[in-house]
């Protein structure tokens, strides 16, 4: 289950800095709400716990054993996450400049390379062949949360099928959910709002 806070403030800073990611594969849709939702999940968790005297992570709480290994963990997982955060729109930048008809190898190529970095966490892609970066993926344990771009209302295709208002016509449309928008229906161009 998904914390509603840090889902609420992943999904208002990913709309404000990439707009909806409608528009991107649904994989790397996910990836990177998960990306943004580890980001605010973390910011949470530190700032509800620098009310108290001593910041000890969740993390650590959890598990028993090495101090000194933990707190190393730790921080290699703190450093992922910003890093992440701040790749994240970057890449989606570069991958919207790619024309996805006209130069659809390319398109394909950087959705891998980006999943690569943010899902798989493959050091250096670039510098490894197709071949050896599929055999990588198999063998790395992908932290994230399957599905979770359709808890954001803008969410990879999440659609909701409703019927045309008007009593006459019952259509049934297909419009995203989440959004305000003004519909026409097509069949009797009937004019609502959902
Ligand atoms: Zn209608």
Do not use: W
Request: one cysteine or more; proline letters at 5%; glycine letters at 4%.
């Amino acid at each position: 289950m998904a914390d509603k806070e840090a889902l609420e403030m992943a999904e208002g800073y990913i709309k404000s800095q990439l707009g909806t990611l409608n528009d991107l594969p649904r994989e790397l849709a996910n990836t990177i709400a998960n990306v943004y939702y580890k980001f605010a999940l973390d910011f949470l968790e530190m700032s509800d716990n620098s009310k108290r005297e001593y910041f000890v992570p969740k993390s650590m709480n959890r598990k028993t054993g090495d101090l000194g290994e933990l707190l190393k963990d730790f921080m290699a997982n703190q450093a992922k996450i910003s890093s992440d955060v701040e790749a994240a729109p970057k890449f989606v930048k570069g991958l919207r400049e790619t024309d996805k008809y006209k130069q659809p190898k390319l398109y394909k190529y950087s959705v891998e390379f980006i999943l690569d970095c943010l899902k798989y966490n493959i050091e250096k892609p670039q510098n490894k062949s197709g071949a050896r970066r599929t055999i990588e993926r198999k063998f790395k344990t992908v932290n994230e949360i399957p599905n979770l771009i359709d808890s954001m209302t803008f969410g990879g295709d999440s659609k909701i099928i409703i019927d045309c208002p008007n009593p006459n016509c019952s259509q049934k449309l297909r419009v995203p959910c989440g959004e305000r928008l003004r519909v026409t229906c097509p069949k009797c161009k009937h004019v609502f709002e959902v």
